[in-house]
């Protein structure tokens, strides 16, 4: 090999490596306002509605939890694949489409065809949890978008809340998260709410509850299956509107609404870290962060995969 082949290859390597990357200043040249113009669209948004702010930060999870953080989540049917939104996880419940949209068209209006969906959700994520009181992080950006959606990914790869702790740990570690990592993005329901149909189960038939919570969450969430199926509670009975660490003071008093949450603080390998974050809010805050930003580097398009969507529901 000549020296100037070896040259030529290395540098191959490194454009290669480098196109792999996601960095913060993605767009600082080709969309400055980027930041300012999502912020302001989700500000706008939660002033409408509380837990908007929950529902988009939730869609980024599912999004990135679904053949990596490649805006799939968005896309709506085609006669090619059934979308994720429609999927048990999301079907009736995965909310902030609108939002996104409304995101997207202020975005194109400001920078037309440079701006992923992918990165939209991301920002949109931290601006929410920000907004409503939590960390704030550098996100990192220069994700693509997916010109396909898989259903049957969903269906499997966004975690029950009928699991059990090996299977959240599991889940997570497949996706290069761990344990910590795990119980610090659980904390992500101190805001938001849940349907009846994800905690009845818990609330009449499970023994590691608070029976006065229990008797409580009852009263809007009728036994018999099928009655009352959407009735909503809060995740976290104290501060459902706040980023804050009260959902693991309520995992360490069996106030958790979920059976996946309480697996949290179950006599189990993770107890001390939630009774740390019970204690502790800066750890969470930190923790949180740090975990976000793990979760966004989940498998990205770059480079020249994927594509930069017009219109966040379909392909190009
Ligand atoms: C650890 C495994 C997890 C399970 C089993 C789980 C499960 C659920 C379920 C069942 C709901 C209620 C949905 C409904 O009833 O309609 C929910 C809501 C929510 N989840 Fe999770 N989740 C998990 C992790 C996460 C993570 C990692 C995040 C974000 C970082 C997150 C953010 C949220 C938010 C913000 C809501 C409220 C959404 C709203 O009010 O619209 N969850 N989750
Ligand atoms: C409680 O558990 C019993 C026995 O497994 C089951 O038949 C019943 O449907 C459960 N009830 C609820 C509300 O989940």
Redesign the pocket.
């Known amino acids: 090999m000549s020296r100037l082949t070896k040259i030529t290859l290395f540098v191959l390597v490194i454009i290669g490596s480098a196109n792999a990357q996601l960095s913060t200043n993605f767009y600082s040249s080709s969309c400055p306002k980027l930041s300012s113009t999502v912020k302001s669209s989700v500000q706008s948004a939660i002033s409408k509605e509380t837990r908007i702010g929950a529902s988009i930060l939730r869609l980024f999870f599912h999004d990135c939890f679904v053949n990596g953080c490649d805006g799939s989540i968005l896309l709506d049917d085609t006669s090619s694949f059934t979308a994720e939104k429609n999927a048990n996880p999301n079907r009736n419940s995965a909310r902030g489409f609108e939002v996104i949209d409304n995101i997207k068209t202020a975005v194109e209006n400001a920078c037309p065809g440079v701006v992923s969906c992918a990165d939209i959700l991301a920002i949109a994520a931290a601006d929410s949890v920000a907004i409503l009181g939590g960390p704030t992080w550098n996100v990192k950006l220069g994700r693509r978008d997916a010109k396909t959606a898989s259903q049957s990914a969903a269906n499997t790869g966004i975690p029950a809340p009928t699991s059990n702790l090996n299977q959240l740990t599991s889940r997570f570690s497949a996706l290069g998260l761990s344990t910590k990592d795990l119980v610090a993005l659980s904390g992500a329901h101190t805001i938001g709410q849940a349907r009846c149909t994800n905690f ?2 818990r609330i ?2 499970e023994t590691n509850i608070d029976t006065s919570f229990a008797t409580t969450r009852q009263s809007n969430c009728p ?1 018999a ?1 099928g009655s009352g199926d959407n009735n909503l509670a809060p995740l976290d009975l104290q501060t459902p509107t706040s980023f804050d660490n009260n959902y693991f003071k309520n995992l360490v008093q069996k106030k958790g609404l979920l059976h996946s949450d309480q697996q949290l603080f179950n006599g189990g390998s993770t107890n001390s870290i939630v009774s740390g974050y019970s204690t502790n809010p800066s750890s969470f805050s930190s923790d949180f962060a740090a975990a976000m930003i793990k979760m966004g580097d989940i498998s990205p398009l770059t480079g020249s995969n994927g594509e930069i969507r017009k219109n966040c529901r379909r392909k190009n």
Do not use: E, L
């Open positions: 009845r189960a009449y038939n036994k299956s």
